[in-house]
Nanobody, 127 residues
């Protein structure tokens, strides 16, 4: 059974940090590109960052460059999103999703549909 399980969300003050985790199982991790996406109430899904599990190439949305860092641990089949200098506009449900064999920039730009996705974790940043 394929699973993507997010964790690490919560409530934090502006300027604070959180680290999200996406634990994957049921598929060959290194064959996939994994992305973090977010969706705030009344807004469309937004790509935050994507990473290729095979070569480590990454992509970041302009809105998070310099503040967020995505990383992948193949031994643990887990992708992390370190979020620093959080802003109230970062408030959203964050979820991880994956597609096989895509370049991160293409996946994050919406060129591919998700193969699998998780249930999401809420991130709330107070001002």
């Amino acid at each position: 059974e394929v699973q993507l399980v997010e964790s690490g969300g919560g409530l934090v003050q502006a300027g604070g940090s959180l680290r999200l985790s996406c634990a994957a199982s049921g598929f060959t991790f290194d064959d996939y590109t994994i992305g973090w996406f977010r969706q705030a109430p009344g807004k469309e899904r937004e790509a935050v960052s994507c990473i290729s599990s095979s070569d480590g190439n990454t992509y970041y949305a302009d809105s998070v460059k310099g503040r967020f860092t995505i990383s992948s641990d193949s031994a643990k089949n887990t992708v992390y999103l370190q979020m620093n200098s959080l802003k109230p506009e970062d408030t959203a449900v964050y979820y991880c999703a994956t597609v096989r064999g895509s370049k991160p920039i293409l996946y994050c730009s919406g060129s591919y549909y998700d193969d699998y996705w998780g249930q999401g974790t809420q991130v709330t940043v107070s001002s």
